[in-house]
């Protein structure tokens, strides 16, 4: 049987049936009805729940609305960090890779570019990024379709601007280790940057779990889910020059 819809007046009802505290009943409903009662109520109270469905004796609904917008506005931060995070490393990883492949023609669809361990993730991904071209080589006024028609193919740093932060990630994973060590490499010099302290070598799977991390947290931001008591899906593994700080 479906979950019965309620009004807002029986939404205030089942929350003060619980014990929270509504001081401004006026406000509480538009809060609701901007913001979803699933959203705010079943996302946020649990800190302020003393069992099942029943608040402490201090909890307001005020307090709950306020966890809800720390949480927006964390979310808001973590995000615009992670798309200069995305940005700065889609650089990097255009130029190693361009480096490692010049006077090639879209080395990026060519398997032997790439590490033969990982055979049926790079046959998909190059069917992928194959894909990306073919939708975009038809349309006017974007990049990929001004090289491909006026170079015959369309290099690396064009396209990357049109791949997700999966499929970067993926390219990542999918290179050789030379190509994935200067990355490494290169991102050991941002975090010195940060922490003039840091004086070692940040090895590439390590460099892989963080960057997968990021991505989830990415994610999560960019369709607004809640960030406090998440947990990635697997944790990242442990690099001591870092965790040991915190």
Known sequence: MP?????????????????LKIPDEKRAKEYLLSNNYYNIINGYSKPFMLEKEKYISIATFDEICKLYFFDKELKQILFNAILDAEK??????????????????????????????????VAYL??????????????ENNAISYYYKKYGDVPIWVLVDYIDFGT???LIKCVPD?????????LTSFIKKNNPE?????????MLSFIKNIH????????????????CRADSKYYGPIHDKY
Request: net charge positive; with cysteine.
């Open 3 to 19: 979950k019965k819809f309620k009004t807002l007046d029986e939404q205030i009802d089942v929350l003060r049936s619980r014990g």
């Open 88 to 121: 700065h490393l889609k650089s990097i990883f255009t130029y190693y890779f361009a480096q490692e492949h010049q006077n090639q023609r879209a080395p990026y669809l060519d398997i032997n570019s790439y590490n033969h361990a990982y055979s049926l993730e």
């Open 126 to 139: 190059i069917s992928k990024l194959d894909r990306l071209i073919k939708q975009n080589k038809k349309y």
């Open 168 to 170: 970067l990630i993926t």
């Open 178 to 186: 030379k190509i994935q060590n200067k990355i490494a490499k290169e």
């Open 198 to 206: 840091f004086s070692n070598h940040f090895p590439a799977q390590i």
């Open 216 to 231: 989830e947290i990415r994610n999560l931001c960019a369709h607004n889910k809640r960030l406090i008591y998440f947990n």
